[in-house]
C-alpha cells in the first residue's frame, strides 16, 4: 500500500503563488512518475503538470511558464510552485503516483487539496 501526503494549497488572489507538496510513503519498489492533476466543479479531472524518475516534467498548455513542478527523490516528495495564479486555477489538487513493485505497476491518488483563486 502506498500512501500520498499532499499539503500547501488554500486562497489566494489572482496573480499570486501557492505551493503545494505531496510526500509518498509506503511498500513499493520505485516510484515511476508522480504528477498533479486538478477538477474543478463540473469538469473532469485533467493532468496539471508530471515529472518522471529521470526528471522529465510535462505540463498542461494551461500552465506552461507559470507552474513549476520539481521531485525531491530521496524523500519520495513533489512540489508544485504555481505562480501567477488565475481564478480558473480554482481546483481541486490531487496527488498521483505510479509506482512499481515487484514488476508490477500501481496508481495511488491523493485525497485532494483545495486550491481557490480570487479575481
Known amino acids: 500500500q502506498v500512501h500520498l501526503v499532499e499539503s500547501g494549497g488554500g486562497l489566494v488572489q489572482a496573480g499570486g503563488s501557492l505551493s503545494l507538496s505531496c510526500a509518498a510513503s509506503?511498500?513499493?519498489?520505485?516510484?515511476?512518475?508522480m504528477a498533479w492533476y486538478r477538477q474543478a466543479p463540473g469538469k473532469q479531472r485533467e493532468l496539471v503538470a508530471a515529472?518522471?524518475?529521470?526528471?522529465?516534467?510535462n505540463y498542461a498548455d494551461s500552465v506552461k511558464g507559470r507552474f513549476t513542478l520539481s521531485r525531491d527523490a530521496a524523500k519520495n516528495t513533489v512540489y508544485l510552485q504555481m505562480n501567477s495564479l488565475k481564478p480558473e486555477d480554482t481546483a481541486v489538487y490531487y496527488c498521483?503516483?505510479?509506482?512499481?513493485?515487484?514488476?508490477?505497476?500501481?496508481?495511488?491518488w491523493g485525497q485532494g487539496t483545495q486550491v481557490t483563486v480570487s479575481s
Open positions: 498521483n503516483a505510479r509506482v512499481e513493485n515487484s514488476g508490477r505497476y500501481f496508481r495511488y
Open positions: 509506503g511498500s513499493f519498489s520505485s516510484i515511476n512518475t
Open positions: 515529472i518522471t524518475s529521470g526528471g522529465s516534467t
